[in-house]
Nanobody
């Protein structure tokens, strides 16, 4: 059974940093491109970043490029998202997912950016 468990969210001031983690199990993690998606209050789910199976190809939506970094550890079945220089508009529930639409995602971890 597929399991994705996110952690690392919290309340942070603008300009602060967080590191999100996602523990994957129940499937061959190393065979799949992985995504971070987020949903802000009152908004639709949007993909934020993805990474290929080997961690070479990475992509980001323009609003987070240069501030967020996605990475993975295939030996540990872990996906990460380093969030730097956070802004209020980054406030959202963050999910790791096997696809860009978040159809197979975890329970999420809340990121709140506020002074």
């Amino acid at each position: 059974e597929l399991q994705l468990v996110e952690s690392g969210g919290g309340l942070v001031q603008p300009g602060g940093s967080l590191r999100l983690s996602c523990a994957a199990s129940g499937f061959t993690f190393s065979n799949f491109w992985m995504y971070w998606v987020r949903q802000a209050p009152g908004k639709e789910l949007e993909w934020v970043s993805y990474i290929d199976t080997g961690g070479v190809t990475r992509n980001y939506i323009p609003s987070v490029k240069g501030r967020f970094t996605i990475s993975r550890d295939n030996a540990e079945n872990m996906l990460y998202l380093q969030l730097n220089n956070l802004r209020a508009e980054d406030t959202a529930m963050y999910y790791c997912s096997k696809d860009s639409k978040g159809s197979e995602r975890g329970q999420g971890t809340q990121v709140t950016v506020s002074s």
